[in-house]
């Protein structure tokens, strides 16, 4: 699929937007929720258009929409997030990727190097994997303290690692010493 949503450059019109609408049908749709490691994928679109800018970039925009379901990382129950964003992607002729592995990013992460063709279903994929949720919630549950220790050792709590929590102690010892 995602060869037939790629536009050549060289094919798109200089004075006018190209507009695209992806629509995966359900097998496509199950098979990327196989591949982004999620329960379903329902209702994705994505849709906008490229257009010029200036003589040798392009800018994709477009609006992405879709409802995930999800595992609950605390009590495993289905969790339905609905994604609804605005998306841009500035294609540049002039962009160098920098030589240096270790090089700073820009500033600007909707850069990208200008290449032969632009292709709206890569960047629906991206722009969707960034969107889902990594550690998804049912709403009103959290994630409890969990203490463990050897028996007959008291165990470490979240409070015990506070930075002031080592005074604390010794302010108590000190007043058992009174």
């Known amino acids: 699929m995602a060869d037939s949503t790629a536009f050549r450059v060289a094919d798109l019109p200089q004075n006018a937007p190209t507009p695209f609408d992806i629509r995966p049908d359900a097998e496509a749709l199950a098979d990327l929720a196989r591949d982004l490691e999620v329960n ?40 339905t997030t609905r994604i609804d964003q605005k998306v841009r992607r500035q294609y540049m002729a002039s962009y160098e ?4 592995a ?27 994997t960034l969107a889902i949720p990594a550690y998804p919630r049912k709403e009103g549950q959290e994630l409890g303290e969990a203490v463990f220790a050897e028996p007959g050792v008291k165990p470490m709590r979240d409070e015990d690692t506070r930075p002031f929590a080592a005074l604390s102690a010794l302010k108590e010892q000190l007043k058992g010493d009174d």
Request: include cysteine; glycine fraction near 8%.
């Open 97 to 100: 990727e920098p030589e240096d």
């Open 40 to 79: 379903s994928l329902r209702k994705l679109r994505f849709e906008g258009e490229i257009r010029a800018s200036g003589r040798r970039d392009w800018v994709l925009t477009g609006t992405l929409g879709a409802t995930v379901v999800q595992d609950c990382v605390v009590t495993l129950d289905p969790v």
């Open 102 to 128: 270790e090089a700073e990013m820009t500033e600007d992460e909707t850069i990208e190097p200008l290449g032969s063709s632009i292709d709206p279903y890569e960047v629906m994929i991206e722009a969707l």
